[in-house]
């Protein structure tokens, strides 16, 4: 799916990345379909660890580092690359509804 028919079915703003324009425009069924995208299937654990990347947003302003999140969300860095496979902290980043982490490419 084109970003301009995600953004449509989603119905909110995204940027050319896929990335939710604002982030108050995130709720968790946004975040079923972003995951659903990324091929992942959100369980308790994924949850976990977008409430932490959402709370750290809302704390520092900006999503928080690779480091941040397997340091301080209770997540060891293996399992998250095993919950977000494949640049972790940019896909969390993007289903919890925030802008790319600096440092990502």
């Known amino acids: 799916m084109s970003t301009a028919e995600l953004q449509a079915k989603l119905n909110v703003a995204l940027d050319p990345e896929g990335f939710l324009v ?3 425009d995130w709720t968790p069924e946004i975040a079923e379909v ?6 992942i ?3 308790e654990r994924h949850w ?12 520092h ?3 928080p580092t690779l480091r ?3 340091k301080r ?19 969390v980043a993007r289903i919890a509804g925030l802008g790319k982490p600096k440092g990502c490419i």
Do not use: M, N, W
């Open 34 to 39: 972003l995951a659903q995208e990324e091929g």
């Open 73 to 91: 969300s209770g997540v060891p860095t293996k399992e998250l690359y095993q919950l977000f496979p494949k640049g972790p902290a940019k896909k």
């Open 22 to 24: 604002d982030p108050e």
């Open 48 to 59: 976990q660890v977008i409430r932490f990347v959402r709370d750290y947003y809302r704390e």
């Open 68 to 70: 941040a999140i397997t």
């Open 41 to 43: 299937q959100l369980t």
């Open 61 to 63: 302003g900006e999503p």
